[in-house]
């Protein structure tokens, strides 16, 4: 059984292509670009062959990211 991964640990994940999503917590991976109507959910433990570990620093960075924006207007 393959190990479970989260998106948001991912140099595959970009947070930054589409800003309206993200700000609803929802990313893009760069392996899905023939799907362009597809988004990833940033820290579902999920079985995937293609992630590729991200700097820990730009992960942590994206945490915090993400922590901010769902916090904004609470
Ligand atoms: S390659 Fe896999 S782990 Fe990486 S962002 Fe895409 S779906 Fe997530």
New binding site residues.
């Given amino acids: 059984m393959t190990t479970a ?3 948001v640990s ?4 970009t947070l930054r292509e589409d800003p309206k999503y993200a700000q609803l917590g929802l990313a893009r ?4 670009k023939d799907r362009p109507g597809t988004f ?1 959910s940033p820290q579902y433990p ?1 079985q ?1 062959r ?3 570990p991200a700097p820990a620093a730009k992960t942590a960075a994206r945490i915090e990211w993400l922590r901010d924006a769902r916090s904004e207007g609470a």
């Fill in positions: 991964v989260e998106c991912c140099a595959l994940f991976c760069a392996a899905m990833v999920r995937c293609d992630h590729q």
